[in-house]
């Protein structure tokens, strides 16, 4: 969690979310808590007990001794949740909002939040738009099913003599490349790493090379560092 004046935006979630509210498959479905669980961010509203201020680069400047709280709804069932806001523009529909400063927050910031505040029934995901509430007990589950997910993918072999075409990224893979790096800088026991596409039989996946020994625990790591940053591309 980090404080910005950052624009925050989740066209994946909103087109997932659609999906899912036309039809309720268990893919759609899904698709949505995936969503929530690995790539979305959100607007987590913060109280300060003093005023605060921005510097000239949007940071804030906040006077020594404040204090600070999340901000916390009401639901229907007059329990307390954590909000959660997928843009600017769905933080604004509340009133309370302008007494309030933007943390950007991932998943595991309101599962930390959870753990520490055992009277807060969950989180509400666009409280006063197409809102999505998960229970306490349901991100327990979601954090279980996420910490196992990265785990859950086969080793292919590569048969002696296949052809394939490798190139630099396309695109600006800069999130990507950093998740991977903060990883391998805790693997003291490889050496380098290289990142790159690789176009075999008409399919195009991620590839990473590793100068290390040949560990599955190591592999394994990078892809749970890679996972929420590979938007859809295999690896």
Excluded at 135 to 152: C, I, M, P, W, Y
Excluded at 156 to 182: C, F, N, Q, W, Y
Excluded at 190 to 208: H, N, P, R
């Amino acid at each position: 969690m980090y404080f910005s004046q950052e624009t925050i935006t989740n066209p994946a979630w909103t087109e997932a979310l659609r999906r899912m509210r036309k039809e309720q498959t268990t893919d759609n479905q899904g698709r949505v808590l995936q969503e929530i669980a690995l790539r979305a961010k959100f607007i987590l509203p913060v109280m300060f007990s003093e005023p605060v201020t921005l510097d000239a680069n949007g940071r804030l400047n906040v006077p020594e001794g404040t204090t600070a709280k999340v901000a916390l709804l009401t639901g229907g069932d007059e329990n307390h949740y954590f909000p959660a806001f997928t843009c600017q523009e769905e933080w604004k529909k509340w009133q309370a909002s302008s007494g309030q400063h933007m943390a950007v927050a991932q998943f595991d910031d309101y599962v930390d939040l959870l753990n520490k505040d055992t009277d807060v029934a969950g989180l509400i995901i666009d409280p006063f738009g197409e809102s999505f509430l998960l229970t306490r007990k349901e991100v327990g589950q979601l954090k279980k099913t996420k910490d196992n997910f990265a785990f859950s993918g086969t080793q292919t072999k590569m048969e002696p003599g296949v052809k394939v075409k490798l190139r630099s990224p396309g695109k600006d893979i800069s999130v990507l490349t950093h998740a991977i790096t903060d990883y391998l800088k805790t693997q003291p026991r490889v050496k380098a790493g290289y990142l790159c596409m690789m176009q075999q039989e008409g399919k195009e996946t991620f590839l990473i090379v590793l100068s290390a020994p040949n560990d599955r625990s190591i592999s394994d790591g990078v892809a749970k560092a890679a996972l929420p940053h590979l938007e859809g591309i295999p690896l």
